[in-house]
């Protein structure tokens, strides 16, 4: 079962999912593509949202430190990080506690990750993704993303772009239970198929 650790750029993603007008709400329940223009990115996230249901071993999960991040927003984004902690609670807090508690004895340490060039912050996510257990950590950072090989042979999780995981996900045998063709045919997400090698129809 994939368990799925996102960091806040991802919740941020997922929040513009999630709290959208009618006409991509309704896009959404009827596995259709969006009917606006979106970054690969943010398309990628829009079929997370829009398969969650057909995904249900699928679980998602995040880093205490966003609660921190939320709380620490200023007056100013007050509603914006409100929508995001509902955004983060629906997605995390009804799974159960062993998919919730953090192993704070578990390597790494978030210096470990600090020495490899993450900012503090960023580490602490990975470190609690690789803590509580996680298969994959989400992430568009560059920077997590450019020590994803050298951090998941030491520590033995996946760190990948929201689009990569959409992709490799469905290449794998992952529901694709809509009308639109494969995620790596006529979608923003072509470049980032070929990059992965994923070019052409899924073999059956």
């Keep these: 079962m994939p368990f799925v650790a996102v960091d806040s750029m991802?919740?941020?993603?997922?929040?513009?999912?999630?709290?959208?007008?009618?006409?991509?709400?309704?896009?959404?329940?009827?596995?259709?593509?969006?009917?606006?223009?979106?970054?690969p990115s943010a398309y990628a996230v829009y079929w997370l949202v829009a398969l969650a249901p057909f995904w249900q071993s699928c679980l998602y999960t995040f880093s205490e430190i966003l609660y921190q991040e939320l709380a620490q927003m200023p007056v100013s984004k007050r509603r914006y990080a409100e929508r995001l902690f509902s955004a983060a609670m629906s997605i995390r807090e009804a799974h159960p506690d062993k998919y919730c508690a953090v192993d704070q004895t578990h390597v790494p340490g978030a210096?470990?990750?600090?020495?490899?060039?993450?900012?503090?912050?960023?580490?602490?996510?990975?470190?609690?993704?690789?803590?509580?257990?996680?298969?994959?950590?989400?992430?568009?950072?560059?920077?997590?993303?450019?020590?994803?090989?050298?951090?998941?042979?030491?520590w033995h999780i996946q760190i990948m772009s929201p689009e990569a995981f959409l992709l490799t996900s469905v290449k794998s045998g992952a529901s694709w239970?809509?009308?639109?063709?494969?995620p790596w045919e006529d979608s923003p997400l072509q470049e980032a198929a070929i990059a992965l090698g994923f070019w052409g129809r899924r073999l059956t």
Excluded: M, Y
């Design 111 to 154: 210096v470990d990750l600090v020495a490899l060039g993450l900012k503090e912050k960023d580490a602490q996510h990975v470190v609690d993704a690789v803590r509580i257990g996680a298969t994959h950590f989400l992430t568009c950072d560059k920077k997590i993303l450019a020590r994803a090989a050298l951090i998941g042979k030491t």
């Design 177 to 182: 239970p809509s009308r639109v063709p494969w």
């Design 10 to 39: 991802i919740i941020d993603l997922l929040d513009e999912n999630l709290n959208v007008e009618a006409d991509v709400a309704e896009a959404i329940e009827a596995l259709e593509s969006p009917p606006i223009s979106l970054s």
